[in-house]
């Protein structure tokens, strides 16, 4: 729509020396104490993830804009002038505010570990603002969908898949299906998603029921998940592993599980598969996390202990459980509540139709 090129983001090997020297430094234990390294030791290696992401979508911004000088250090290429370009760069593409919030304060937040005595105040707050009043954006209008409801539409790309010939279109329903049917049972994030391997990450059992393995460094709260798919999950992940998997171009040369045609699947190529397929499905793109919400939505209305049990697997925090359960609860007795008044209303009508036809057979037969 804009005719900009897709974002893309620069992986850290290949980022200019300077920066990656200061990210070394950052992650370089603070043994003897000087405080000249260890910035990035507090930092979760999934929050870290997400701020050299938006790093590398920086540097391949400068990059296009032919601003990437690789003599320069980090604390010299970040300008004001330039934040301001990649600002309205991002407002042009039609980033929602939010998205274009995150990534100035990813921005802020790598910075602060790479070049830790400077102030990056211009980066987080533009014009002297907080990102909430220099980037303002209303409420974003959100559906919540029924797992149910999108399981069907998954179930059918699966049985495309397996009736399609073999080639590339074959290849991509029977991925898809399998991702989505896991995102939508399982809720994985796509920092769990992208590094899992054949070996270390799933495991057959002797019933033909796949069980993931998420090690603590790639879930939210650090913590390993393990758990089993169901019989129908664990068959569209077979079909997949044996009829596409090994089809893909560079297959053969890497252990990772999900593949795409150019190699192994990447944050974006995720993003682009829920993208496109809920576009088609519902008319509305929605991208990975929107499943999340629909996971943890319907666990709820399902059952507020389910709510519980949602949050552990998403990876979030007891306090969030427990508001979650809080929530699920306060909707079901409303919902318990509305239903015992429909009774009632409906208990209610029945006797007061029953005697107004009576009182109106009295006056017939008074009139006759």
């Not at 620069?10 to 992650?27: F, G, K, N, Y």
């Not at 939210?220 to 999950?233: C, F, I, S, T, V």
């Amino acid at each position: 729509m804009t005719g900009l090129p897709s974002i893309r983001s620069i992986r850290r090997e290949a980022w200019p020396l300077t920066d990656r020297m200061a990210l070394e430094r950052a992650l370089t234990p603070d043994d003897d104490g000087s405080g000249e390294c260890g910035q990035a030791a507090h930092i979760r290696p999934a929050t870290l993830e997400s701020y050299m992401q938006t790093y590398g979508q920086w540097l391949d911004f400068l990059a296009r804009t032919e601003a990437l000088d690789e003599a320069e250090g980090p604390g010299e290429r970040v300008t004001p002038a330039r934040v301001a370009a990649w600002r309205r760069e991002g407002k042009l593409r039609g980033l929602a505010p939010t998205s274009r919030r995150q990534r100035l304060a990813n921005l802020g937040a790598i910075l602060r570990l790479l070049v830790p005595d400077r102030n990056w105040s211009f980066v987080i707050r533009p014009g002297n603002r907080s990102l909430k009043r220099a980037i303002r954006g209303g409420p974003k209008p959100f559906i919540v969908r029924d797992v149910a409801e999108v399981l069907v539409h998954v179930q059918k790309l699966h049985r495309q898949g397996l009736a399609a010939a073999d080639g590339p279109e074959r290849w991509r329903a029977l991925r898809d299906a399998a991702l989505l049917a896991l995102w939508l049972t399982r809720a994985p994030r796509v920092g769990s998603l992208v590094p899992m391997t054949m070996d270390r990450h799933i495991a057959l059992g002797p019933d033909g029921i796949w069980t993931l393995r998420f090690p603590g460094e790639h879930t939210k709260n650090g913590r390993m998940l393990d758990y089993p798919l169901d019989a129908e999950r664990s068959t569209m992940l077979t079909d997949y592993l044996e009829h596409a998997r090994a089809r893909f171009p560079k297959a053969g040369a890497t252990g990772l599980l999900w593949m795409g045609m150019k190699g192994p699947m990447t944050r974006e190529g995720f993003q682009q598969i829920a993208k496109r397929r809920t576009l088609a499905w519902f008319g509305k793109a929605n991208g990975p996390h929107a499943f999340r919400k629909w996971f943890r939505a319907t666990a709820a209305r399902r059952s507020p202990e389910l709510a519980m049990d949602a949050a552990d697997i998403m990876g979030h925090t007891a306090e969030v459980s427990v508001q979650d359960y809080s929530e699920a609860s306060g909707l079901h007795a409303a919902l318990r509540h509305g239903d015992h008044l429909a009774e009632r209303r409906a208990r209610h009508a029945g006797r007061a139709e029953r005697a107004f036809a009576a009182e109106r057979a009295r006056w017939e037969e008074g009139d006759q």
